[in-house]
């Protein structure tokens, strides 16, 4: 009896221990590699809109992403811009194809846990950063275009961002339907009479 209680306890911690092990955490949930690129890949855009556009490149102090020799981040990373419609047209600096001016380079620290067994000890990994912003920039003609983020002796993190055409006939979206559950027969002849004697009247329909 004993001899059975003790296994079913292993078992027990075994499916803990099992659980505990797969609670791993990501560095950044949008930024698999060590450069980033935010937007991040799949991007959707629309004509026109502004957006900020953010890269780091990280250099990992310690722990299981950590790069031997490399713990500075590379603070002449590169980022090329260019527009996927196969005219053989080479990429560009992104200062150059947004036509802004090249921003200033932004460096910090910050710390996550890799995994529960981490954040138990307090034992946090360390990561090292360079940044720059380029804000308030658009994409203007519908399209597929690629961002290459370059660092590190050749590493490459690419996003591919989608501009989506807007058609020239619109439909309706947004349509908004209350519905009203439980009201009384006063609540309705109010709603009708509100409805007969309002600026809205061609606009409101209950019961049709």
Not at 17 to 42: H, K, M, N, V
Not at 57 to 75: I, K
Not at 92 to 112: C, H, I, M, Y
């Amino acid at each position: 009896m004993a001899f059975r209680s003790l296994a079913k306890a292993a078992i027990a911690l075994g499916l803990f221990c099992s659980q505990c092990s797969a609670q791993t955490f990501q560095r950044l949930g949008s930024c698999p590699t060590l450069g980033c690129i935010l937007p991040p890949d799949q991007t959707d855009f629309l004509p026109g809109q502004y957006f900020d556009l953010r890269v780091e490149v990280h250099a990992p102090v310690n722990g299981s992403e950590v790069v031997q020799g490399y713990t500075q981040p590379d603070t002449n990373f590169t980022l090329t811009v260019r527009k996927d419609d196969g005219d053989g047209i080479s990429a560009q600096s992104a200062s150059a194809f947004f036509g802004v001016d090249e921003p200033e380079l932004e460096r910090w620290n910050f710390t996550w846990y890799e995994d529960l067994f981490a954040m138990a000890n307090k034992t946090p990994s360390a990561v090292r950063v360079a940044s720059k912003v380029y804000r308030k920039i658009a994409l203007y003609e519908p399209g597929n275009y690629i961002a290459t983020l370059s660092y590190q002796n050749g590493e490459e993190t690419v996003a591919n961002w989608t501009v989506r055409d807007i058609p020239n006939q619109r439909k309706a979206k947004n349509v908004l339907l209350f519905i009203g559950d439980g009201m009384t027969t006063n609540m309705i002849t109010g709603t009708l009479i509100c409805s007969w004697n309002s600026k809205f009247a061609d606009l409101f329909k209950l019961r049709d």
